[in-house]
């Protein structure tokens, strides 16, 4: 079974931090993604990744930026929380093969900015 | 630009009766795939079913169906004999192909309410 993993659930930050959202998966899908996910918005894209250190805009990079040293591992980075980035923060991982059809999501990030 | 709708932003069932949720997509695109996924409260977003753009036939996962029309661009589930572990969020999804580039797009979910 795939496994997708983030580094946690609830994650409490004041204004101005740096904050370091990770996300983990063990079954070597080259694409990679970040959601954010707010009542009544649905699912809105961050950013993506397709390779190891490519990345692409997704709807709302803005006040984002990513990492993807690593296969494995996507990371998403408040460079200056703000409180507009409190949000359900929701990782996803694809695999090229066959066309990137499914998407296999983590347990999401539970991110409040104070 | 695909967009995809959902306007029910909530829904309820009695536990064993039938319920529909409804999805509108827009799209110029002619391959592409239909997902609705199932957020059960506090756990990981799951894939409930998919439908293949250039199938007529709709997919059937046990007590999960689609009536897929892909002229009137709608894709509604159909889950029968509801049961208590269904309530959760539902969300449609759709992934088409653009400029050499997946892209998928989320509607904004329903709550499904099953009542016992």
């Known amino acids: 079974d795939v496994k997708v993993t983030q580094s946690s659930r609830y994650l409490v930050k004041r204004t101005g931090e740096k904050v370091f959202l990770e996300c983990v998966q063990d079954?070597?899908?080259?694409?990679m993604f970040w959601y954010r996910q707010d009542p009544g918005l649905g699912l809105r894209l961050i950013y993506f990744?397709?390779?190891?250190?490519?990345?692409e805009k997704g709807d709302i990079p803005e006040g984002y930026s990513v990492s993807r040293e690593k296969k494995e591992r996507f990371s998403l980075i408040l460079e200056s929380a703000s409180t507009n980035q409190t949000s359900m923060y929701l990782c996803?991982?694809?695999?090229?093969?066959?066309?990137?059809?499914?998407?296999?999501f983590g347990p999401g990030t539970r991110l409040t900015v104070t | 630009a695909q967009t995809v709708t959902q306007s029910q932003p909530e829904m309820s069932v009695q536990e064993a009766e039938t319920v529909t949720l409804s999805c509108t997509y827009d799209?110029?695109?002619?391959?592409?795939?239909l997902f609705w996924y199932k957020q059960p409260p506090s756990r990981q977003m799951i894939l409930v079913i998919r439908?293949?753009?250039?199938?007529?036939q709709n997919a059937t996962e046990n007590r999960f169906s689609v009536n897929f029309q892909k002229a009137a661009k709608s894709f509604s589930l159909k889950i029968s004999d509801s049961q208590l572990g269904d309530a959760a969020m539902y969300f449609c999804?759709?992934?088409?192909?653009?400029?050499?580039?997946?892209?998928?797009?989320f509607g904004t979910g329903t709550r499904l309410k099953v009542l016992a």
């Open positions: 439908q293949e753009a250039y199938k007529q």
């Open positions: 996803a991982s694809s695999p090229t093969s066959g066309g990137a059809i499914r998407q296999y």
């Open positions: 079954m070597d899908h080259e694409n």
């Open positions: 799209t110029s695109e002619s391959d592409y795939y």
């Open positions: 999804a759709y992934r088409g192909y653009t400029s050499g580039t997946y892209k998928y797009i």
């Open positions: 990744s397709y390779d190891v250190k490519m990345k």
